[in-house]
C-alpha cells in the first residue's frame, strides 16, 4: 500500500502537516505508533478515523490560547472558552469533542494523560505549551479499551516535539478592531543535542498577557433582551435593583398605605407594578418592572483577562543502543478572572427566612429620612404584624451597585513530572518495543471572590439603638456601622465598606499514574505480520478544598443557608489492557489488504468495581487508492472525582414556574401550587419574581456507577490516481451513552412535577418556595438518569500542487494546498429522565437547547483553509463555516425563529526577511461578522452563544521570529 494513501487514512483529509506527496513520511519499513492505538504499525493505517492539525495552522492563527485554533474544526463543540464569563467557572479551557461534554473527551500529550485542572478531571488548554506542539490528532469514537475511562466521544492527542536544536523567539501582538482585548505574548524555545549525538533537550518558556473585553463594549451585548409574548425582543433587567426593592403581590396592593400602587399599574407601559422600589432619599416609589429593572450586562466580561507563564523542558538520552531514557516537565500559572454585576441578592437577617429583614423601630429609627419611617409608621400592620416593634420586611431584593461589580479571580498553579525507560528488542526475529513511566500531577486553584453581603453584618448593621442622639449598632462588633438599605443614595462608603465582604477558597488536585506496555509483531501470516500490545496502568487521584472561614461559617448571603465545608475525596484504579491486528488476506483481487484489530481493557475501580472495555475494527484497502474502514467500540467513564464527592452547591437559573398566572396554570396545576406553598390568596394572579428564576442546588453523590456507550464508526478513504494530490474522506460516526451522569435540569424537574402532579414525587419534592409563592430553589442532584446519541459524518478533501510561474514571485516555484473539513451532524439527542421524550438539539437553538449554560450544536460546520507559498512568503486564507440553525420547537417564541448561516474569514501572511527573521500579520473575521442576537432565555447575559459565534469582531495581529 503507498504511504500516500496510509497518509490521507490517518488525517481525513484535514489540515496537515503530512500531505499525500511528502517524502518525509515513515518508510514502509519505519515502526509507528498512531493515536487510538498502542500497536507498532508498519504504515500510518488505522480503522478509527483520525484527524491531524499540523503546527502551522496552531501558529498562524494569531490566538494566544489553544481552544480558539481546535474549535475551529467541526469534530469540536466550543465548551467552555476564553469567551465564557461566569458559565466557564474557573476558566478549564476545555475540548468537546461531539459536543457530548467535555468530561467525556480525553485530552493527552505525547498519548498519555495531562494534568487536570481539577477535580473533574478536566485538562485546561492553557496549559499546555503550543509553540512546542508538533501536530495535534483529533480521534473519533470511544477509545477507552486503548486509554482506559473518558474517552466516550473520542481522544485529542498533543504530540511535542522532541528532536529540537537551536534557539528560538517569538513576540505576537493583537488587538481588536474595537482597540480592546489587547494580547502580547512571548515565547522562547531552546533544544540541543547531545555531543555523543545520543540524546536531545528542549526547554520552552512563555508568557502571555490579554486584556479584557467588557459586554458594555458591544452594541449585541450591552442591553439584554427577553422575547415578550408575541417573541418580540425587549431590553430586560434583573428585578433586583440599586436602592432595593420589596416585592408585593397584587392581592395586597390595597393593604399598602401612602402609595398607590393599583393606580401606579397604567403608568407601567402594559407591564405589571410588583412592589416597591426605593429611590433617591429613600424615597418609596412603585416598582415597574419594564422601566425600572436594572441592565447588568454592562460590567461583564465578553472576554476574559488572562495572564500566564510557563516553563516546558523535554528530553531523552539513550542509555544503550536498546534503552532510553526519558522525562518531561510542565509548569503553567494562570491567572484569569469572570466578572458580573454588583451582588443582587434577597437581603436577609440571621434566622431569617431568604429574603426577610428585621428591623427594629424601622418608623423611629432617625438614621432613616423621614420619607422612609413615615412609609413604616403607614404600614405598621403590614410589616409588624405582631406589634413587637420590629419590623420583618419580606421579599426583600437589592442591587448592591455600591459594592462595585463582582469580581472572581482564579489563581492556578499547575506542574507534570514524567520520567520513564523505553527500548526496543528483537523476539523471534521480529521487531518489540517497550515503555515504562511514572508521572506525579498536581494542580492548586486559589479564588478570590469580591463584593459579596454578608449576613451577620447586615443583621447587625440593621439592628440599630440611639444613643445620646446618635444612631449606633445594638452590637458593637465587627467595627459595626448602622445601615439604611432603602434608597439609591443611602449606603454611603462606609456602610457599603462594613457590609461587604471578599471570600476565597483553596483547591489541590493530585494525579499519580504508572503503566507499562510492550508492543511488537508475534509471528508473520501469508498476509502480513500479526501485531500486539499489551500492558498496566495504575492511577490515583486526589482533590480537596478548602473554603475560607467567611464561606464556611454560612455568612454569605447568596449561599442560600447552605455553606460550603472542608471537602475532599480519592479515588485509584488498576487496570490491564492488550490490542492485536491480524492481517487476513493479500494481493487478491478487490483485496489489496484485509486486516482486522480488537482491543480489550479491564479496569478496578475503588469506586465503581470493575468494568471491562473493547474495540474491534476492521482495514480493507480495496485497490492502492480505495480503502474502507470500520470500527465498534465499548467505552466507559467512571464518575470523577467533583461528581462523586463535590460539596452541595448553589447557582442561579432562569426558568419557567407553572404556578404564575401568566403561564395559565390548570385547575389541577393550581391544587399542587397550593400544596407546595403558593398563598390561596395569590393563587389567580401570582407573578413572574423578580429575578426570573430560581435557586438551583447541587451536589456529588458517591453512589454514582460508571456511564456506557457504544460506538460505531464506517468510512471509506479515495486518492484518485487521475488527480494526483487529491484526498477525499468520509467517516460515519454513530455514538450512544446510556446511563449518563447527569444534574437533571431545574426546568426539567419542575416541568414534570406539573406534569405528573404527584406532590410526592422525587420532582415535586425537589421544589421549594418563597412565602410570596415564587419559586426559590430546585434541589437537582447528579444521577446516572440521563443517555445521549449523536451521529454524522465527516467529509474531509485535501488537494496540493504546484502552480505555474505566473502564480509565483521572480525566480522563485510556488505551491497551493487546500484543505476542506466538514462535519453532518444527524442527530444531538438527550433523555433527561427515563420516561421523557427524547429532545433533539442538533441544528437547534433555545429552549433545551440553548442557554448561559448549555451550548448549541449546529447541524452542519465546515472549514476551508488555502495555502499559498512561494520563497520567502506564504499567505494564508481560512473560511469556518456554521450552518443554519433553527428555533426548537420546545423554545419560547422568538420574533429570530432561525439563526443564518455564518461565515467568518481570517487571513494571515509571513515573510522570511532572512533565514533567521520572520515577519508575521494577520487579520482575523475579516468582514467584521457580527454574532445573532437571540436573547437571554436561548442565548444567556450576552443575548448570543458567545462560544460559538465570535463575539469580538475583527481582530488584528502581527509579530515576528528570531531562529537560530
Known amino acids: 500500500m503507498s504511504t500516500a494513501l496510509s497518509a490521507a ?32 504499525r508498519r ?58 461534554g467535555a468530561v467525556r473527551t480525553l485530552v493527552l500529550v505525547d498519548g498519555r494523560r495531562f494534568i487536570p485542572a481539577d477535580e473533574t478531571g478536566l485538562v485546561d488548554l492553557a496549559t499546555v505549551p503550543d509553540l512546542l506542539i508538533d501536530r495535534v490528532e483529533i480521534i473519533t469514537g470511544g477509545a477507552s479499551a486503548v486509554y482506559g475511562s473518558d474517552a466516550i466521544s473520542g481522544a485529542v492527542n498533543f504530540i511535542l516535539k522532541d528532536d529540537f536544536e537551536g534557539a528560538e523567539a517569538r513576540y505576537q501582538y493583537g488587538e481588536t478592531g474595537e482597540g480592546d482585548g489587547q494580547t502580547h505574548k512571548l515565547d522562547f524555545l531552546l533544544g540541543v543535542n547531545a555531543p555523543d549525538g545520543r540524546g536531545n533537550i ?145 437581603p436577609t437577617s440571621s434566622g431569617q427566612e431568604s429574603g426577610t429583614i428585621a428591623i427594629p423601630n424601622a418608623d423611629t429609627n432617625p438614621l432613616y429620612p423621614q420619607v422612609l419611617r413615615d412609609f413604616f409608621a403607614a404600614n405598621r400592620s403590614y410589616f409588624d404584624a405582631d406589634g413587637d416593634g420590629t419590623f420583618l420586611v419580606r421579599n426583600t431584593g437589592r442591587r448592591f451597585e455600591e459594592f462595585g461589580p463582582r469580581n472572581s479571580n482564579i489563581v492556578a498553579e499547575s506542574f507534570n513530572l514524567t520520567g520513564g525507560l523505553r527500548g526496543d528488542f528483537d523476539f523471534m526475529d521480529n521487531p518489540w518495543r517497550w515503555d515504562a513511566y511514572y508521572q506525579y500531577q498536581q494542580s492548586d486553584v486559589i479564588v478570590n471572590q469580591t463584593g459579596r453581603l454578608s449576613v451577620s453584618r447586615t443583621t447587625l448593621g440593621l439592628d440599630t439603638i440611639v444613643v445620646d442622639g446618635q444612631v449606633q449598632c445594638r452590637n458593637q462588633i465587627l467595627g459595626c456601622v448602622p445601615v439604611n438599605l432603602f434608597g439609591t443614595d443611602a449606603l454611603t462608603p462606609e456602610m457599603a465598606d462594613f457590609l461587604s465582604v471578599g471570600t476565597g477558597r483553596e483547591d489541590k488536585f493530585t494525579r499519580q499514574v504508572a503503566g507499562a506496555s510492550v508492543s511488537g509483531e508475534l509471528f508473520e501470516l501469508p498476509a502480513g505480520p500479526v501485531a500486539t500490545a499489551f500492558g498496566a496502568e495504575w492511577r490515583k487521584e486526589t482533590f480537596d478544598t478548602r473554603p475560607d472561614q ?26 490491564i489492557f492488550a490490542e492485536v491486528r491480524v492481517p487476513l488476506l493479500q494481493g487478491l483481487p478487490a483485496v489489496e489488504s484485509l486486516a482486522v484489530e480488537a482491543a480489550a481493557r479491564y479496569s478496578d475501580y475503588s469506586t465503581v468495581g470493575g468494568v471491562f472495555t473493547w474495540k474491534a475494527g476492521v482495514d480493507w ?114 455514538i450512544t451513552v446510556e446511563d449518563a451522569i447527569a444534574q437533571v435540569s431545574a426546568q426539567v424537574l419542575v416541568d414534570t412535577c406539573f406534569d405528573t402532579l404527584d406532590a410526592n414525587s422525587t420532582a415535586c419534592q425537589s421544589i421549594t418556595r418563597f412565602s410570596g409563592g415564587n419559586i426559590n430553589s430546585v434541589n437537582a442532584p447528579l444521577l446516572n438518569v440521563a443517555s445521549r446519541a449523536v451521529s454524522g459524518i465527516d467529509l474531509g478533501v485535501g488537494y496540493s500542487m504546484d502552480l505555474p510561474d505566473m502564480f509565483a514571485l521572480p525566480n522563485e516555484g510556488a505551491a497551493l494546498d487546500l484543505r476542506f473539513v466538514s462535519t ?8 433527561p429522565l427515563e420516561g421523557l421524550p427524547e429532545v433533539e438539539c442538533a441544528g437547534f437553538f433555545g429552549g433545551p437547547c440553548s442557554s448561559n449554560g448549555t451550548r448549541i450544536t449546529p447541524d452542519y460546520r465546515g472549514l476551508v483553509t488555502a495555502n499559498w507559498s512561494s520563497g520567502p512568503v506564504s499567505l494564508r486564507g481560512e473560511v469556518q463555516i456554521i450552518g443554519d440553525v433553527d428555533l426548537s420547537d420546545q423554545a419560547f417564541q422568538l420574533q429570530k425563529d432561525k439563526i443564518d448561516r455564518h461565515y467568518y474569514v481570517d487571513l ?57
Request: proline share 6%; with cysteine.
Open 9 to 40: 487514512v490517518l488525517t481525513g483529509g484535514a489540515a496537515v502537516a503530512q500531505t499525500a506527496g511528502d517524502e518525509a513520511q515513515a518508510e514502509p519499513t519505519d515502526l509507528i505508533v498512531v493515536t487510538g492505538s498502542r500497536l507498532v
Open 621 to 734: 484497502e480495496i485497490t492502492d487508492w480505495v480503502r474502507a474502514r470500520g470500527s465498534y467500540n465499548r467505552a466507559i467513564r467512571a464518575p470523577n472525582l467533583n461528581e462523586l464527592f463535590a460539596a452541595p452547591g448553589r447557582g442561579f437559573t432562569g426558568g419557567v414556574d407553572p404556578c404564575v398566572a401568566a403561564n395559565n396554570p390548570t385547575d389541577a396545576q393550581k391544587q399542587l401550587c397550593l400544596q407546595q406553598g403558593v398563598p390561596a390568596e395569590v393563587i389567580d394572579t401570582l407573578e413572574v419574581g423578580t429575578s426570573q428564576g430560581f435557586d438551583v442546588f447541587s451536589g456529588g453523590n458517591p453512589n454514582l456507577s460508571e456511564e456506557k456507550s457504544d460506538t460505531y464508526t464506517a468510512g471509506f478513504v479515495l486518492l484518485p490516481p487521475m488527480v494526483p494530490g487529491l484526498s477525499i474522506t468520509a467517516d460515519y460516526f454513530d
Open 202 to 346: 528542549v526547554a520552552h518558556a512563555a508568557y502571555t498577557k490579554r486584556d479584557p473585553v467588557f459586554m458594555g463594549d458591544r452594541e449585541f451585548s450591552s442591553q439584554p433582551f427577553l422575547a415578550d409574548a408575541n417573541g418580540e425582543f425587549q431590553p430586560f433587567g434583573s428585578g433586583n435593583i440599586p436602592g432595593g426593592l420589596i416585592s408585593v403581590p397584587s392581592s395586597d396592593f390595597d393593604q399598602i398605605n401612602g402609595l398607590d400602587l393599583n393606580a401606579a399599574a397604567a403608568d407601567c407601559q402594559g407591564s405589571s407594578i410588583q412592589g416597591i422600589r426605593f429611590g433617591a432619599g429613600s424615597e418609596p416609589l412603585p416598582f415597574c418592572r419594564i422601566t425600572d429593572q436594572y441592565n447588568y450586562a454592562a460590567d461583564n466580561f465578553l472576554l476574559r483577562p488572562f495572564e500566564r507563564y510557563q516553563a516546558t523542558t523535554s528530553g531523552f538520552y539513550k542509555i544503550t543502543d536498546n534503552i532510553e531514557a526519558y522525562g518531561q516537565m510542565f509548569y503553567t500559572n494562570k491567572e484569569n478572572s469572570y466578572q458580573q454585576a454588583p451582588e443582587a441578592v434577597t
Open 908 to 964: 494571515v501572511g509571513d515573510y522570511q526577511i532572512t533565514d533567521n527573521v520572520q515577519l508575521f500579520a494577520g487579520v482575523n473575521n475579516v468582514f467584521d461578522k457580527q454574532p445573532p442576537i437571540i436573547g437571554f432565555r436561548a442565548g444567556g447575559d450576552s443575548n448570543t452563544q458567545m462560544q460559538l459565534y465570535d463575539v469580538l469582531g475583527r481582530r488584528f495581529f502581527a509579530g515576528a521570529k528570531l531562529s537560530f
Open 550 to 575: 467567611i464561606a464556611l461559617a454560612g455568612d454569605l448571603t447568596d449561599q442560600g443557608g447552605v455553606a460550603p465545608t472542608i471537602n475532599g475525596g480519592e479515588l485509584d484504579v488498576a487496570e
Open 824 to 831: 453532518w451532524q444527524f442527530d444531538d439527542t438527550t433523555v
Open 43 to 100: 504504515d500510518l493505517v488505522a480503522p478509527s478515523p483520525v484527524t491531524t492539525v499540523d503546527q502551522a495552522q496552531i501558529e498562524k492563527s494569531g490566538s494566544v490560547t489553544l481552544e480558539q485554533t481546535l474549535n475551529e474544526f467541526p469534530q469540536l463543540n466550543p465548551d467552555n472558552t476564553s469567551t465564557t464569563n461566569q458559565s466557564g467557572g474557573t476558566g478549564v479551557l476545555s475540548a468537546d469533542l461531539r459536543g457530548l
